[in-house]
């Protein structure tokens, strides 16, 4: 969502931020809603929760400040409403406040910071960018094996990497393919779709045969970016937000997250690969078979093989925890300490990481701590017509809202605003219910806000508003069908 940063002039001439306007108005009408009215049986803690609540899912939606600092002043106002020793939810504990900024310490932010600081070791030694050229130099020239080994290769590097840096890389390769750099686009040529479409075209957009090809491999990146974070724990914000709230019923470990979310994200990215070659890539001609070629692939270094050995070090020790014994969120902290020692990982790397992310997660799971302990959770829950719904159900519904919140808003900020809820309702199937609208949150694509890939891909001109809206119906009917029975059967099978 982007920050509204135009400035309005008031009656005595003062000049202030649209971005003030929409903060201050969200947070007076959060109060009235929480405040004023009578809401029997909510308490006086679970009405400072259901404030706090309201103000970050406000300022979330309208973007009217940055959503790290949303996070942030959740934090703030939980300590500030809730911490007093006096106030009822301390119940005189001095140290009760300390509720509220325990996410900081929690092992999902430790395998986070493990997962971000081994992706920012792979780009700066260029890994990412060698393995990438290398599986597409030995996909061949045919469009389909082309298009598969591009979302293939965004796949498996949005398991471990952010998914914006995955896609900003894939496409700059992509772009420097023939098959791409030859066919560019006149803003004077526009297409059959244009004509019919014009409305949805992004300027310079086109459809002919001869550019299909282009926009297959443009799209398939967003689409392989964002259903591969579906894969790992440390793959997207909302896995990691789910994995917290599921402590309690029972810790799911990086492995098991695997047999969670890797399968359904495999087949989504199988449907949506068949859809793009049955979309784009019919009829394509003949001669678009011999520029598919890729970049002539970069020597590997020194350091850029330290760092794959590493990584794949790493991940096997997250993935035989049970063999060993040693907790996911110690083996991550082990590859930061050796980056560093080994000078891969510089201050400058370290300031660079996306300590927004980490933020956004914190201030999800402090939020969390505050809509359930306050009972706020449980009042919300008795309020919504979802009574007697059998859990699978329960799973799809709640899969679809995800789907929809995260269209128009951060998935990150989606799961931190129904996460509690959803826990809430759940009851004895949490992980039912919780799991499939995680992986349903990185299904949401209908929009170029929808997510930052989503974004990076329409900048390029080369896909249309309607490309996209294609490609996320498709995903946004599709995800919450596989997601939910896919988990259905796990549960029941183990």
């Known amino acids: 969502m982007t920050r509204v940063e135009s400035e309005v002039t008031l009656p005595l001439g003062m000049r202030v931020s649209r971005s003030v306007i929409f903060s201050v108005g969200t947070a007076a009408i959060a109060a009235l809603v929480a405040y004023l009215p009578q809401h029997t049986g909510l308490s006086e803690p679970a009405r400072h929760a259901l404030f706090v609540l309201l103000t970050a899912a406000g300022w979330w939606i309208t973007g009217a400040i940055p959503a790290f600092a949303v996070s942030l002043a959740v934090i703030a106002l939980q300590i500030a409403l809730l911490g007093d020793p006096s106030r009822p939810f301390a119940g005189g504990d001095p140290e009760r406040w300390q509720r509220f900024i325990s996410p900081w310490a929690s092992p999902v932010m430790w395998l986070f910071l493990g997962g971000l600081v081994l992706a920012a070791a792979a780009t700066r030694t260029g890994l990412d960018r060698r393995l990438a050229e290398r599986v597409l130099r030995v996909a061949g020239t045919a469009p389909p094996r082309v298009l598969l080994a591009v979302m293939g290769v965004t796949f498996v590097l949005s398991m471990f990497m952010s998914n914006t840096a995955t896609t ?21 040529e526009v297409s059959h779709r244009e004509v019919s479409h014009a409305d949805d075209a992004a300027p310079g957009a086109s459809a002919p045969a001869e550019h299909s090809y282009a926009t297959a491999l443009l799209l398939g990146i967003p689409v392989a970016a964002n ?48 859809w793009l070659v049955w979309r784009y890539l019919r009829a394509l ?50 590859p930061i300490a050796v980056l560093a020692v080994a000078g891969v990982i510089r201050e400058r790397d370290v300031r660079a990481l996306q300590w927004d992310v980490l933020m956004l997660i914190a201030g999800g799971l402090s939020l969390g701590v505050g809509v359930s302990e306050t009972g706020l959770a449980d009042w919300l829950v008795g309020r ?73 891909a329409f900048a390029t001109q080369r896909i249309s508003r309607r490309d996209l809206r294609e490609a996320g119906l498709l995903l946004g009917v599709l995800t919450p069908l596989v997601a939910v029975g896919w988990i259905w059967l796990v549960e029941r099978w183990t």
Do not use: C, K, Q
């Open 168 to 188: 900003a890389m894939m496409i700059a390769l992509v772009v420097a393919m023939p098959v791409v750099a030859h066919h560019e686009v006149s803003h004077h």
């Open 227 to 274: 259903i591969g974070g579906m894969g790992t724990v440390i793959g997207t914000p909302p896995n990691a937000i789910a994995v917290a709230a599921l402590a309690a019923s029972g810790p799911i470990d990086f492995a098991r997250w695997m047999v969670y979310g890797l399968p359904p994200a495999l087949l989504l990215a199988t449907a949506a690969w068949r």
């Open 285 to 334: 001609p003949e001669a678009l078979h011999r520029d598919a070629e890729a970049p002539t692939p970069t020597p590997f270094t020194g350091r850029s093989v330290f760092v794959a050995v590493l990584f794949l070090v790493t991940v096997l020790a997250w993935l035989t925890e049970s063999l060993h014994g040693v907790p996911t969120a110690v083996v991550a902290v082990m």
């Open 384 to 456: 919504l017509p979802v009574a007697g719904l059998p859990a699978p159900l329960l799973a799809m519904l709640l899969a679809v809202v995800g789907t929809l919140l995260s269209t128009f808003i951060s998935n990150t900020a989606a799961a931190t605003i129904l996460t509690p809820l959803a826990l809430a309702l759940a009851g004895g199937e949490a992980r039912l219910v919780l799991i499939p609208l995680a992986l349903a949150m990185s299904a949401a694509m209908s929009l170029p806000v929808s997510s930052p890939p989503n974004a990076i």
